[in-house]
């Protein structure tokens, strides 16, 4: 069994339960706005159910027991892992109906995937290799207990996948026909559509896409092998993906939090979107020598930057751009006639990418308004 790392409240437990802790705490810290986190759970688990589709949610930015719990509570079917150490995390917290959306292929790790089967309710993983699958195979015999699979379908990604009809169908063909594996449907990700700033492109694209699993639907009903799970899809596509009649379920991961990547696009063919920001960096200026200048203690290990840089939204300041000055600082340029930083003031910036953020840090620390209600793990960060 994979022991699992626990982590302690940290400095700011102190703060719990005080008014106005928020502006208080120990910093860098990474703040959590359940009032938000909860309308957009709310939000997201509503339109499902509207349009008549299952969630099945990704936790590979959440990391998160307590949030997937949430999720299920609003009436997820299941959660999404993007790797084995997520899936022993978040199923191994007693979460069911688990799906591990990445190949499980070294032997070490296949041995960790059976023993996790064993004891994890509704655990399914993908798969997009012949060899593959007959390793999960010989695994699930020597263990006794079936393993379901799906077959992973590649939409355009150019990442994992089988990459024509003809190999997933084979591939479908090749579980169903083993013993001790259970053929659960098809996977299809299109999670380089997700940012595509305008709503009609973003359509556009994902109908492309969804044409194409259409027709690899089709050519495993006439194969006999209908999958019963059609899974894909993800936050920016949210509104889309229903519309194509292919997926029965969706996997978007970041609509709990949103980040200044999603909130820059067009969410709905409206432009509107019902999920707000609920993830926000919290840092302090230590230094202001210079006028429309200050230094904060958050820099390259605070913030994932690969698409961009974070945003200052507290406090509102003309003009305020952040650049990063190293691994512990980070600079904020900003009109002075719109306010003035200080030594020890508290600057909130808005995330440039939840996922990878999110797993530089060991906890969330959850507020509702300006005080300090809870502090969460993240449960699986590093794995």
Request: some cysteine.
């Amino acid at each position: 069994m994979v022991e699992l790392k626990t982590f302690g409240l940290g400095p700011n437990e102190r703060f719990i339960g005080a008014n106005g802790a928020r502006m208080n705490l120990s910093t860098p810290a990474l703040l959590l706005d359940l009032d938000a986190l909860d309308r957009n759970i709310a939000a997201m688990a509503s339109h499902a159910k509207k349009v008549g589709i299952h969630l099945r949610p990704h936790s590979k930015g959440a990391k998160s027991i307590e949030i997937g719990r949430r999720q299920m509570a609003a009436g997820a079917i299941g959660i999404c892992c993007a790797t084995l150490g997520e899936a022993e995390v978040i199923a191994g917290s007693g979460i069911e109906n688990v799906l591990i959306t990445s190949p499980v292929v070294t032997p070490a790790m296949i041995d960790r995937l059976v023993a996790l089967n064993q004891r994890a309710k509704g655990l399914i993983v993908i798969a997009d290799n012949p060899a593959n699958i007959d390793a999960l195979a010989a695994a699930a015999t020597k263990a006794g207990r079936p393993l379901s699979v799906i077959v992973e379908f590649d939409v355009g990604q150019g990442r994992t996948g089988t990459t024509s009809v003809e190999a997933a169908s084979s591939l479908a063909r090749q579980i169903k026909a083993l013993p001790y594996l259970r053929y659960a449907g098809v996977q299809a990700y299109y999670g380089h559509l997700q940012h595509i700033t305008t709503f009609a492109e973003r359509k556009t694209a994902a109908e492309t896409q969804m044409a194409r699993v259409r027709g690899l639907l089709g050519r495993l009903k006439a194969d006999g092998l209908a999958p019963e799970i059609v899974t894909g899809g993800g936050t920016g596509t949210f509104d889309i993906d229903p519309t194509g009649g292919v997926y029965t379920e969706l996997q978007a991961g970041s609509y709990p939090f949103m980040d200044r990547e999603y909130l820059e696009i067009d969410m709905t063919a409206g432009r509107s979107s019902p999920f707000v920001a609920s993830l926000f960096v919290q840092a302090s200026v230590v230094s202001a020598s210079r006028e429309g200048f200050a230094v904060v203690n958050a820099g390259y290990k605070s913030f994932a930057t690969e698409g961009g840089m974070p945003r200052v939204v507290v406090p509102k300041l003309a003009n305020a751009v952040y650049k990063l000055m190293g691994d512990e600082h980070g600079g904020i340029q900003y009109d002075p006639s719109s306010g003035t930083l200080k030594v020890g003031d508290t600057v909130e910036f808005l995330t440039p990418h939840c996922d990878p953020t999110i797993n530089l840090y060991d906890r969330y620390h959850c507020v509702r308004g300006d005080t300090l209600v809870e502090i969460w793990p993240v449960d699986a960060r590093g794995r």
